[in-house]
């Protein structure tokens, strides 16, 4: 709820849902993939962050909005299908 209705409802913005047939808006993550943060990467304009130069685990690679794809940092993606719905 923290990460999902709140957001949405302080924006305004329908409750993000895992559904067939609804535009997914999403965040795949690699539990094992760790980066240094370097203020080459940050994309805020902000640099004051204790994150600078530390090691992290957990790091997206890929996010979808409203259905697209708005960042990958995959090699190849998964083909693109209609949904089958059971039947």
């Known amino acids: ?3 999902t209705v709140g957001p ?3 924006l305004s913005r329908p409750v993000p ?3 067939v047939g609804s535009a997914a808006d999403l965040v795949l993550i690699d539990l094992a993939m760790t980066r240094t943060v370097s ?3 940050l994309r805020s304009r ?3 962050t204790p994150f600078i130069h530390r090691v992290l685990r957990g790091w997206p690679v890929l996010t979808l909005s409203q259905g697209r794809v708005a960042f990958s940092s995959l090699a190849t993606l998964p ?3 209609p949904p089958q ?3």
Request: aromatic fraction near 0%.
């Open 8 to 10: 949405a409802a302080l």
């Open 85 to 87: 719905h059971a039947g």
């Open 79 to 81: 083909e693109s299908r």
């Open 17 to 19: 849902t895992l559904t």
């Open 46 to 48: 902000s640099r004051n």
């Open 39 to 41: 203020e080459e990467e």
């Open 1 to 3: 709820r923290l990460l």
